[in-house]
């Protein structure tokens, strides 16, 4: 217990020692902190508690590179990039963190992020410029992003990022069976679905890619490593679609991991879900 305290404690110091902004509501503490990498380049970074939530490079040759857990050779951003091969993209990103995924945005691009937290949206758009430097056209909708997703037509996106299961408490209705058939809804035929599910202590990967299965659609588990000097995260994002072209490119590349078999695992609706067999085994 006292290891425990003594690294939350650090960290909350680490973070006020070179705090930029604090702002507390109903979702958290969220803080902004001015650092540097090893290497000396300066750096901004958004925290909720002590789980950092995004990362932008202070030095404007490098300040529009897509970092932490959205990198080139993420899920995501791989996602982006093969898309940007057949024009413009529509996408829908829930979670908006710095806004690091409006990065990959050109002209003719609609990138819609849906975002609960208002002060996060305070925070993306006047101390990060992901979003404010992006060339697309940037759409914000506030509120919970299922229930958003519910009121509107079917959006024809080309991606939808779901991104909201980082933090220490999981938004299990946005990995239910019913908020599945609401993602793809609003994705085109072709359109990806990809989901982060990098997290210390619970593996979501078998929970999404049974939901994948339930809709009839195939799944591939994305990991990239992290790379420090260019403020990149390791992730995980599943890759859910109907796209052979794309899937067809994943399977060339190096990043496809197994999916673990929980054995007993259940479909998760929004009258059942079961954390506890999502934790990660002990080593």
């Known amino acids: ?53 995004g990362a932008q490079f202070l030095n404007p040759n490098q300040a529009m590179e897509p970092t932490a857990y959205y990198s080139r050779l993420s899920g995501a951003g791989m996602s982006m990039e093969f898309l940007r091969k057949k024009g413009s993209i529509k996408a829908g990103l829930v979670g908006l963190g710095v806004g690091t995924l409006a990065s990959y945005g050109k002209s003719r691009d609609i990138l819609r992020f849906y975002e609960i937290n208002p002060k996060v949206e305070e925070v993306a758009n006047h101390l990060f410029h992901f979003v404010g430097q992006s060339p697309a056209k940037v759409e914000m909708v506030t509120g919970d992003a299922r229930l958003m997703l519910e009121s509107e037509p079917p959006q024809g996106f080309d991606l939808l990022a779901v991104d ?77 679609t109907r796209n052979t072209g794309f899937l067809g490119e994943l399977q060339k590349g190096t990043g496809i991991r197994p999916i673990r078999d929980i054995k007993g695992l259940r479909l998760w609706t929004d009258d059942y879900s079961n954390l506890l067999q999502a934790f990660l085994p002990l080593n």
């Open 1 to 53: 217990m006292f290891t425990v305290v003594f690294v939350l404690t650090q960290n909350v110091r680490f973070n006020l020692a070179g705090s930029q902004y604090m702002g507390r509501n109903f979702y958290g503490v969220l803080t902004v902190t001015k650092e540097k990498t090893e290497w000396g380049e300066p750096y901004l970074a958004l925290y909720n508690g002590v789980t950092r939530h």
């Open 164 to 240: 909201a299961f980082s933090s220490d408490a999981v938004p299990v209705h946005l990995l239910t069976k019913e908020a599945f058939t609401l993602y793809l809804r609003h994705l085109k035929p072709e359109g990806i679905l990809a989901i982060h599910t990098s997290s210390t202590y619970l593996d979501l990967a078998p929970i999404v890619k049974l939901l994948a299965e339930d809709a009839g659609y195939p799944s591939l588990l994305i990991h990239n490593e992290a790379d420090h000097e260019q403020l990149i995260s390791a992730s995980d994002w599943m890759i859910v």
